[in-house]
Structures are given as structure tokens and as C-alpha cells.
């Protein structure tokens, strides 16, 4: 994959996408199951006051995911198995979602992102690929700005670098909906704190509302390989928003896959799977 061309098509995806096209007109619409965990057993690390759950898994070059604001590392069930083929995978649960603890700290993508940073440093890895998707996504490139040096490359999926990219009162839609009802029976089920979920949501909530507002030359100073990804119907992310970003980062990628939305890991996995090994292995 060439990543000094802005926009590319992958013709094979596209060809992909197109088999089956007519029943997968409504598949953006759909929020399938979350996947199971993934097996390995999970350990923990003692990092910035907080206990952070991971997964490890596989050998090769590593790959940190990072899921989703509400979410947990559960939902890239899917896309575990194929990476870790060729990859040593960490998984994590950011502070206070899934089997993580948080503290009295507000959430910020700052303080999320020197977890991230302090896990690598805690496992001794020198430096990672980073798959994110929404606030995993952002987080990823808040390591590009401000720890280049810890990461190989971000495989950046329906994130945003300004509040004024996020499409408002996405929480009506009813696909978002029905997930953030998921990451309520979710939260409950996982975490240390299974009757905080309320205060949980306003501290995510007041997050979303003030941050990230990266300038663009914060942008103009990532060096990393990035594939800025998104799905046709993303439900949050304003689509001038996606192609700006890839705009602005030097070298960056472009790629929108088509009839899925925020969750296109679960609603088309092989295609999201296609286009995510095909950027690690490049």
C-alpha cells in the first residue's frame, strides 16, 4: 500500500464488498454480537494508579489494539485470530471500561494514551503498531504526536481529531443506541465497578464533548504511517471530517469501506480484516 497517495482504491475490497452486495444493503444498520473473548487468560498491569487488564497473544511484530469509547477489547474478537498469525497482539481494556479500573483522574485521551505508553513500557516493548477504532483511534494518534518513537504505524478507524467532526446527537441513532444499551449490560457484567456505569457515561460523555481539538499542525507533525479508515454510514463521524484528516497528515491513507458504519469490524469482518493485514504488512 503506498502511503504518500492520499486516496487509493483497493480494487480487490471493492470486488469483495460487490459479491454479495444486494444482502448487505442493510448490513451498515446492524449491530451484530459482540465477540467472545478472546482466550489467553489476560493478566494485569499496575500503571498511572490504575489496573489495566490486557491480553497477549501470538509472535511477530506487535500490535496493540484499542477499542472503542463505552466498549471493551471483547469487540475485536473477530480480527484477533487472523492478526495474530503473523503478530504478537496486545489487547486492553483503556482505564475503566471492560476489566480496568479508573480513578479519580477525568478521562482525557492524554492521560489514556500515556496508559497505553506505560503498558509497552511495563511488557518491554520498545514500539508498536496501533489498531484503533473510535477513542482507540484517537488514541493511536495522540501517540503519533506525542510518542512518535513508540509507534510503528495507526490503523486509525472512524476516529475524529476536533469535536466539530462528530455529527450531532448521534446517541438518537438507533444503531448507536442499541450499543450504548450494549455497554451498559456490558460494563456491568465486567467491571470492578458494576454499579457506576451512569457516572462512567457522563465522565466519557463530558470527554467527547471538549476533546480531541488537535491543531493542524499537530496534525502536519505526525511522521508515523497512518490509514485513516472509515465506514460508508459511520453513525458519529462527519465524512469531510475523515477526508481532512487524511488531508492534513503528512502521507496519510483514505480508505472508506462501503455498506458498513462505526462498527464495521462486526458488521463485515472479512473485509475490515482484508484491508487492516493488508496495512500492517505492507
Same mark, same amino acid.
Given at each position: 500500500?503506498?502511503?504518500?497517495?492520499?486516496?487509493?482504491? !483497493?480494487? /480487490? &475490497?471493492?470486488?469483495?464488498?460487490?459479491?454479495? =452486495? $444486494? +444482502?448487505? #444493503?442493510?448490513?451498515?444498520?446492524?449491530?451484530?454480537?459482540?465477540?467472545?473473548?478472546?482466550?489467553?487468560?489476560?493478566?494485569?498491569?499496575?500503571?498511572?494508579?490504575?489496573?489495566?487488564?490486557?491480553?497477549?497473544?501470538?509472535?511477530?511484530?506487535?500490535?496493540?489494539?484499542?477499542?472503542?469509547?463505552?466498549?471493551?477489547?471483547?469487540?475485536?474478537?473477530?480480527?484477533?485470530?487472523?492478526?495474530?498469525?503473523?503478530?504478537?497482539?496486545?489487547?486492553?481494556?483503556?482505564?475503566?471500561?471492560?476489566?480496568?479500573?479508573?480513578?479519580?483522574?477525568?478521562?482525557?485521551?492524554?492521560?489514556?494514551?500515556?496508559? !497505553?505508553? /506505560? &503498558?509497552?513500557?511495563?511488557?518491554?516493548?520498545? =514500539? $508498536? +503498531?496501533? #489498531?484503533?477504532?473510535?477513542?482507540?483511534?484517537?488514541?493511536?494518534?495522540?501517540?503519533?504526536?506525542?510518542?512518535?518513537?513508540?509507534?510503528?504505524?495507526?490503523?486509525?478507524?472512524?476516529?475524529?481529531?476536533?469535536?466539530?467532526?462528530?455529527?450531532?446527537?448521534?446517541?438518537?441513532?438507533?444503531?448507536?443506541?442499541?450499543?450504548?444499551?450494549?455497554?451498559?449490560?456490558?460494563?456491568?457484567?465486567?467491571?470492578?465497578?458494576?454499579?457506576?456505569?451512569?457516572?462512567?457515561?457522563?465522565?466519557?460523555?463530558?470527554?467527547?464533548?471538549?476533546?480531541?481539538?488537535?491543531?493542524?499542525?499537530?496534525?502536519?507533525?505526525?511522521?508515523?504511517?497512518?490509514?485513516?479508515?472509515?465506514?460508508?454510514?459511520?453513525?458519529?463521524?462527519?465524512?469531510?471530517?475523515?477526508?481532512?484528516?487524511?488531508?492534513?497528515?503528512?502521507?496519510?491513507?483514505?480508505?472508506?469501506?462501503?455498506?458498513?458504519?462505526?462498527?464495521?469490524?462486526?458488521?463485515?469482518?472479512?473485509?475490515?480484516?482484508?484491508?487492516?493485514?493488508?496495512?500492517?504488512?505492507?
Amino acid at each position: 500500500m503506498n502511503l504518500n497517495r492520499r486516496h487509493f482504491v !483497493v480494487a /480487490a &475490497l471493492a470486488s469483495l464488498a460487490s459479491l454479495d =452486495r $444486494a +444482502a448487505a #444493503v442493510e448490513r451498515w444498520k446492524s449491530l451484530p454480537a459482540t465477540p467472545a473473548p478472546v482466550a489467553g487468560g489476560g493478566a494485569r498491569a499496575q500503571v498511572n494508579g490504575i489496573s489495566l487488564f490486557h491480553v497477549a497473544l501470538g509472535e511477530g511484530s506487535p500490535v496493540v489494539f484499542l477499542h472503542g469509547g463505552l466498549s471493551n477489547s471483547d469487540y475485536f474478537g473477530l480480527q484477533v485470530p487472523d492478526v495474530a498469525r503473523k503478530h504478537h497482539v496486545i489487547l486492553v481494556d483503556s482505564r475503566g471500561h471492560g476489566r480496568s479500573t479508573r480513578n479519580a483522574q477525568p478521562f482525557g485521551y492524554d492521560l489514556m494514551t500515556d496508559d !497505553v505508553v /506505560a &503498558l509497552l513500557d511495563h511488557l518491554q516493548i520498545p =514500539r $508498536a +503498531a496501533i #489498531v484503533g477504532w473510535s477513542d482507540g483511534a484517537i488514541i493511536g494518534l495522540d501517540m503519533a504526536i506525542r510518542h512518535p518513537d513508540r509507534v510503528s504505524r495507526v490503523f486509525a478507524f472512524g476516529a475524529n481529531t476536533q469535536t466539530s467532526g462528530l455529527k450531532p446527537d448521534v446517541d438518537k441513532d438507533p444503531t448507536f443506541a442499541q450499543f450504548i444499551a450494549r455497554a451498559k449490560t456490558e460494563y456491568e457484567r465486567l467491571s470492578p465497578t458494576p454499579k457506576e456505569f451512569d457516572q462512567f457515561l457522563h465522565q466519557i460523555e463530558k470527554m467527547w464533548e471538549t476533546q480531541p481539538n488537535w491543531t493542524d499542525e499537530q496534525l502536519r507533525s505526525i511522521r508515523t504511517p497512518v490509514l485513516v479508515a472509515d465506514g460508508q454510514y459511520d453513525e458519529g463521524i462527519k465524512r469531510e471530517h475523515t477526508e481532512y484528516m487524511a488531508a492534513t497528515i503528512p502521507g496519510a491513507g483514505l480508505l472508506i469501506l462501503p455498506n458498513v458504519s462505526h462498527f464495521a469490524f462486526l458488521q463485515d469482518p472479512a473485509l475490515f480484516n482484508a484491508a487492516l493485514l493488508d496495512f500492517l504488512d505492507s
